[in-house]
């Protein structure tokens, strides 16, 4: 299986007035061909702003400081100033254009609020049209408006409410057309950030289940970030549990799920409910993630990690290959 995006060492940093804090730290991972990673932690752990860091949007005063991210192109690109060659390009250190020209192309992203994503004075059709015309100037009007109306088809919604303005939807439509919008231009990876967390549970089921078969008709590989773990259960292939910053453990779904090796996956997964176990006793992770701007030495969990010893304070473990066919960043497994 080939990998279509490796990201190597990335750190990202946030500068405030009271610090730096590192939200992403030496991240290292890879997603093969046609599978979807789930990104998984509490809120604050880095998950968004890796997801956005893939495609060079880290949000001010946030900065990538280190690293490279690679993404696969199955064809050559053109551009104004060149030509993007098929094969593996460095994201990282693309100028302006040539960036512009992967973004939405090749790698689309999904806001986790629509409402704040689609501009309410313009009409969805006039939202596809900004998009394909922006890669594809001499692409017209109505070519770009069928586009649009198929994709919003095959989302099940009505083609004729293409003219119609984003207050006109419901929230799970209005994410539908967010979805539909990322997929237009046919990318090869899209980024999901918490595409449902704003929906109602029958709403999200819906969304979810269309997400799947989408991703098997446009030839898909996806990221889904999300701190639901149910919600990877039922759509991630594999998933990479983060926490301040850094990754804890990698694993397939199913390993994962079965077969948890980091302390802080088995808290998470231990404060899930289960409606195959109605007798499981539901835990919580006592206190809180550290605060960025003064980072604890060694394993950042130690605080609230029920096995931390005394080596965990000090060092910060490596991921290391872990029993169970994924990798674990802990010093129970010899992570020094
Ligand atoms: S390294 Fe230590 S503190 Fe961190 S998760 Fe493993 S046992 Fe717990």
Redesign the pocket.
């Known amino acids: 299986m080939k990998d279509i995006l490796r990201v190597e060492d990335l750190i990202v940093d946030y500068v405030t007035r009271r610090g730096v804090a590192r939200a992403v730290d030496r991240v290292s991972l890879t997603v093969g061909e046609n599978r979807t990673l789930g990104l998984a932690g509490e809120s604050g752990c880095g998950k968004s702003t890796l997801g956005r860091a893939i495609m060079r949007l880290v949000p001010y005063p946030g900065k990538i400081v280190d690293g490279r991210v690679f993404l696969d192109l199955d064809e050559d690109i053109p551009y104004e100033n060149g030509v993007l060659k098929k094969g593996e390009v460095e994201i990282t250190a693309l100028d302006e254009e040539a960036l512009r020209a992967v973004r939405g192309k090749e790698i689309a992203y999904i806001f986790q609020d629509p409402m704040t994503s689609l501009n309410p004075m313009l009409r969805i059709g006039d939202h596809f049209v900004q998009i394909l015309q922006a890669h594809n100037p001499e692409m017209e009007k109505d070519e770009a408006l069928e586009r649009g109306k198929e994709v919003l088809e095959s989302l099940g919604i009505l083609p004729e409410r293409i003219g119609d303005y984003p207050h006109q939807f419901s929230g799970g439509m209005r994410q539908r057309v967010m979805i539909g919008l990322s997929l237009v231009m046919r990318p090869r990876l899209l980024i999901a950030d918490e595409p449902t967390t704003s929906l109602d549970v029958i709403v999200e089921a819906q969304i979810l289940e269309e997400m799947a078969q989408l991703k098997e008709k446009f030839n898909l590989t996806m990221i889904l970030i999300t701190h639901n773990l149910g919600v990877l259960a039922q759509t991630a292939d594999d998933i990479a549990v983060m926490y301040t910053g850094r990754i804890c453990e990698v694993a397939t779904t199913e390993t994962l799920f079965e077969d948890p090796q980091?302390?802080?996956t088995q808290a998470l997964l231990e404060s899930v409910p289960d409606v195959t176990k109605p007798d499981k006793k539901l835990s919580w992770i006592p206190g809180a993630p550290p605060d960025l701007v003064e980072p604890l030495p060694g394993?950042m969990?130690?605080p609230r990690?029920p096995?931390?010893?005394d080596?965990?304070k000090k060092k910060v473990?490596k991921l290391v290959q872990s029993n169970n066919g994924g990798v674990v960043a802990?010093?129970?497994y010899g992570?020094a």
Do not use: E
């Open positions: 980091h302390p802080y394993c969990f130690h990690c096995k931390a010893m080596i965990c473990p802990c010093h129970l992570g």
